[in-house]
């Protein structure tokens, strides 16, 4: 009988230590803290329910084979607020689309912990502040869009360093200093920083401070 009950007991070790562990709570956390800090009168987000185990299920999210979050699409969503630092938590997380809303406040430079982060995009908002140095850390980025916001500041250098870049965007901002020239910058077209009254033309090297006219 002791025998049985210790080979049960085994079993069901076993067994526990085989379901795989569920890493969205945290996620959800993170996604539900982004709900309470926007305003969604179109009920947009009104499947985000933080009492399930992982916000897989709920609408305009998307998640990997294993229960991490991918995608946020919550572009055109008539959505106004501000983003929140608990998104750098989506470490998994390759898209970030919340273009088109009336979103406010500033960008945080936690996202800049998103290492899998392949699109940004913010364009279409009220965004201001500065272009966060830390997005500089985002070596996988292949889209930033973040035109058609309220931002101010200069590009910062640290995007140089992001070899995928291929589409960058900052136009109709306010924006100063000068316009990068090597690395990615050198392949996007000179209309994508136009309407930043205070941003010069290309950068001579050596000739002219980064951050001219951000004084």
Same mark, same amino acid.
């Given at each position: 009988? =002791?025998? =049985?009950? =210790?080979?049960?007991?085994?079993?069901?070790?076993?067994?526990?230590?085989?379901?795989?562990?569920?890493?969205?709570?945290?996620?959800?956390?993170?996604?539900?803290?982004?709900?309470?800090?926007?305003?969604? +009168?179109?009920?947009?987000?009104?499947? /985000?329910? +933080?009492?399930?185990?992982? +916000?897989?299920? /709920?609408?305009?999210?998307?998640?990997?084979?294993?229960?991490?979050?991918?995608?946020?699409?919550?572009?055109?969503?008539?959505?106004?607020?501000?983003?929140?630092?608990?998104?750098?938590?989506?470490?998994?997380?390759?898209?970030?689309?919340?273009?088109?809303?009336?979103?406010?406040?500033?960008?945080?430079?936690?996202?800049?912990?998103?290492?899998?982060?392949?699109?940004?995009?913010?364009?279409?908002?009220?965004?201001?502040?500065?272009?966060?140095?830390?997005?500089?850390?985002?070596?996988?980025?292949?889209?930033?869009?973040?035109?058609?916001?309220?931002?101010?500041?200069?590009?910062?250098?640290?995007?140089?360093?992001?070899?995928?870049?291929?589409?960058?965007?900052?136009?109709?901002?306010?924006?100063?200093?000068?316009? +990068?020239?090597?690395?990615?910058?050198?392949?996007?077209?000179?209309?994508?920083?136009?309407?930043?009254?205070?941003?010069?033309?290309?950068?001579?090297?050596?000739?002219?401070?980064?951050?001219?006219?951000?004084?």
């Amino acid at each position: 009988m =002791a025998m =049985a009950a =210790a080979c049960c007991l085994l079993t069901l070790t076993l067994t526990v230590s085989l379901v795989p562990l569920v890493f969205g709570n945290s996620e959800g956390d993170a996604l539900y803290t982004l709900r309470r800090s926007l305003s969604d +009168p179109d009920n947009v987000l009104q499947s /985000w329910d +933080p009492t399930l185990v992982n +916000p897989c299920t /709920w609408f305009h999210i998307t998640c990997n084979q294993d229960n991490r979050v991918t995608r946020v699409d919550l572009g055109n969503s008539n959505l106004s607020g501000h983003l929140v630092p608990e998104l750098g938590k989506l470490e998994h997380l390759q898209y970030l689309e919340l273009y088109k809303n009336n979103i406010q406040g500033t960008i945080p430079a936690e996202l800049g912990n998103l290492k899998s982060l392949i699109s940004l995009d913010l364009y279409n908002n009220n965004i201001s502040g500065t272009i966060p140095s830390s997005l500089g850390k985002l070596k996988s980025l292949v889209f930033l869009r973040l035109n058609d916001n309220k931002l101010t500041g200069p590009i910062p250098r640290d995007l140089v360093g992001i070899s995928s870049l291929k589409v960058v965007d900052v136009s109709n901002n306010d924006l100063c200093g000068t316009i +990068p020239t090597s690395g990615p910058f050198e392949h996007i077209p000179l209309n994508n920083f136009e309407n930043n009254h205070r941003l010069e033309g290309p950068e001579l090297l050596g000739l002219a401070s980064y951050d001219t006219n951000c004084s």
